[in-house]
């Protein structure tokens, strides 16, 4: 088992949450909301992901990087961590850009 993509999705969230951190955008401000909010996008793109799992659109290529363990059939371990990322930085960039745009 390869542990390189689960490494780098947990030191990308680590990253996005210093951003975070230092710039007072989301999770360091409203820490419930921002939790709600994210919960809610990775849910709805697990949801996203059975579906296309169930179509047979998404399935799990061979590849070294992943761990190998499987949350449910064709769902990697790392996709509730990948899905995380993906929302975290949507949401931090919407928040910023919606700051920014109030200031001008």
Do not use: Q
């Not at 088992?1 to 401000?29: E, K, P, Q, T, W």
């Not at 169930?54 to 990697?76: N, S």
């Amino acid at each position: 088992m390869n542990f390189a993509y689960i490494a780098v999705l947990a030191f990308s969230l680590l990253g996005v949450g210093a951003i975070d951190f230092r710039s007072r955008i989301a999770l360091f401000v409203y820490p419930l909301r921002t939790a709600l909010t994210l919960a809610i996008g990775v849910a709805f793109f697990l949801f996203w992901d059975f579906t296309g799992i169930a179509l047979g659109v998404f399935f799990v290529g061979k590849t070294e990087y992943i761990t190998g363990l499987m949350l449910a059939p064709e769902v990697p371990i790392e996709e509730p961590l990948f899905l995380l990322l993906l929302c975290y930085c949507a949401l931090l960039l919407y928040i910023g850009f919606s700051r920014k745009a109030a200031k001008a």
